[in-house]
C-alpha cells in the first residue's frame, strides 16, 4: 500500500533553515512526480513545490521561491524540502503528497514554526 512519511519538522528561529524528508513506499518512486504542500492554521491547504519523477523539473510558489529548494533522490525513494530563511509566516504543517493510479496520497504532515 502506497505510504508517505514525513519527517525534519520542528522549531527554529526566523532566518534559520528545516530539511525536510518524505519517504515513501508502496509504489514505483521514480515514475512519480511528487508535492510538497502546507497548511498554516485557519487557511487552506496551499501547493509549496513540485518537482518531475526524474527531477528534471520544478515548481515553486512565489511565496518561497529562492528560499526553498524541492529534491529527490529515487534510490532511496525520498523526496526533500530544503527551507532556508525560514519567515514566520511559513508556520504551518507541510505535507508531501503524490499521485498513483489516479488516487491522490497524503503523508501525516510535519509542524514546521518559525518563531523566535
Known amino acids: 500500500q502506497v505510504q508517505l512519511v514525513e519527517s525534519g519538522g520542528g522549531l527554529v528561529q526566523p532566518g534559520g533553515s528545516l530539511r525536510l524528508s518524505c519517504a515513501a513506499s508502496g509504489f514505483t518512486f521514480s515514475n512519480n512526480a511528487m508535492r510538497w504542500y502546507r497548511q498554516a492554521p485557519g487557511k487552506e491547504r496551499e501547493l509549496v513545490a513540485t518537482?518531475?519523477?526524474?527531477?528534471?523539473?520544478?515548481y515553486y510558489a512565489d511565496s518561497v521561491k529562492g528560499r526553498f529548494t524541492i529534491s529527490r533522490d529515487n534510490a532511496k525513494n525520498t523526496v526533500y524540502l530544503q527551507m532556508n530563511s525560514l519567515k514566520p509566516e511559513d508556520t504551518a504543517v507541510y505535507y508531501c503528497k503524490t499521485l498513483v493510479l489516479l488516487r491522490h496520497y497524503w503523508g501525516q504532515g510535519t509542524q514546521v514554526t518559525v518563531s523566535s
Open positions: 518537482i518531475s519523477n526524474t527531477g528534471g523539473s520544478t
